[in-house]
């Protein structure tokens, strides 16, 4: 079975540091992982995805993630937060029957001036 | 570009009423979903269609109904609402289901409170 856990239901940064979201997955089949963003009151969004590809992944909005085999992981990050980056994120892996997406329990991204 | 729609945006119910969560894709996507969100939850997936006349169930079911007579069409019935389906519901598609790469993209949502 696939998964997905996000470690911190809870991360805050100042603008202008860097931003650092956590996802390990669990797969018995090569995993196919997104991070999606999710801004208040709104639809969650692409922001990128890992399909084997390239193991460093470049998103929208200056984010990029990497797979890491060895770590299980596919953890996202940004040089520099800026205050409209805070967001609920969400990652999420692609089921082994195809037709489902699995996601994590999301971290909410406060950013401080 | 309308994407997925869904409607309505605010919902109240009260114990035992019934109601349709409508969602709609212009995209022409085989796959549909529906999920509710809830807090420290994330997402969790209730029912979905691989295509018209075919549905499946997800991860929590129990108390919905879902039909999928069109392919643009995948609205969600809550038979008898409870307060436990207080929640915030999101329609999602996804345009090839056998192609495990391909992302999904959902509607803005619809917040229910059950009272």
């Known amino acids: 079975a696939q998964s997905v856990t996000q470690l911190g239901s809870h991360v805050s940064v100042s603008e202008g540091a860097l931003v650092l979201l956590r996802c390990n997955y669990s797969?018995?089949?090569?995993?196919?992982l997104f991070w999606y963003v999710q801004y208040p009151n709104q639809g969650l969004q692409l922001l990128l995805k890992y399909t084997s590809a390239a193991t460093l992944v470049k998103g929208i909005n200056g984010f990029e993630a990497e797979f890491k085999k060895s770590e299980t992981s596919f953890h996202l990050t940004k040089p520099s937060a800026h205050m409209s980056d805070a967001a609920e994120y969400f990652c999420a892996v692609s089921g082994m029957n195809t037709d489902k997406l699995i996601f994590g329990t999301g971290t909410r991204l406060q950013v401080f001036p | 570009n309308a994407g997925v729609t869904q409607t309505p945006k605010f919902q109240v119910l009260k114990t035992g009423q019934s109601m349709t969560l409508q969602c709609a894709q212009d995209?022409?996507?085989?796959?549909m979903s529906w999920y509710r969100q809830d807090p420290g939850m994330g997402l969790r997936l209730i029912h979905y269609s691989v295509g018209a006349g075919i549905t499946d169930q997800g991860e929590v079911p129990n108390g919905y109904n879902v039909s999928r007579s069109t392919t643009e069409d995948f609205p969600l019935r809550l038979l008898s609402a409870a307060p436990s389906q207080t929640s915030v519901y999101f329609c999602?598609?996804?345009?090839?289901?056998?192609?495990?790469?391909?992302?999904?993209?959902f509607g803005q949502g619809t917040r229910l409170t059950v009272v």
């Open positions: 999602a598609s996804r345009p090839e289901p056998r192609i495990r790469t391909t992302e999904a993209f």
């Open positions: 797969s018995s089949v090569p995993p196919y």
């Open positions: 995209m022409n996507h085989e796959y």
